[in-house]
């Protein structure tokens, strides 16, 4: 069963994954569409190598090692705060969508999470 300390850990792992993003990349400005920003690449968080591969307005991160296979789509670069089911269920393969959003609903009543559409929440 899920817990909110993984959720959590989710988002902050997102916040981080964008941090190392902008560090290596410095000078992107086009923070709209994306243009200026590199189609893929690789980038480093808590010594891990993660990949990453531009689509649309987001970016997929990738990471597959002796420790770990994951997945973390980015849809809003500008909000890394930002989360839904389908991108939890990406994560957290092996949970069920409406174990996530029952999770998510709840902390969202317990004030953790703010609700900004159907199935997208974002840390308050």
Not at 48 to 55: A, M, Y
Not at 106 to 116: C, D, F, R, T, Y
């Amino acid at each position: 069963m899920m817990n909110e300390r993984e959720i959590i850990n989710f988002i902050s792992l997102q916040e981080m994954l964008m941090k190392a993003f902008f560090i290596a990349y410095p000078s992107l400005k086009d923070f709209d569409f994306l243009l200026d920003f590199p189609k893929k690449g690789t980038i480093f968080v808590n010594d891990n190598e993660w990949g990453f591969i531009k689509h649309g307005k987001g970016i997929k991160f990738l990471i597959s090692n002796d420790k770990t296979d994951a997945v973390v789509d980015i849809n809003n670069i500008k909000n890394p705060k930002l989360i839904d089911i389908w991108r939890l269920s990406q994560y957290f393969p092996s949970h069920h969508d409406h174990e996530i959003k029952g999770l998510l609903d709840g902390m969202v009543e317990s004030g953790v999470l703010q609700k900004i559409s159907e199935k997208q929440y974002e840390l308050i």
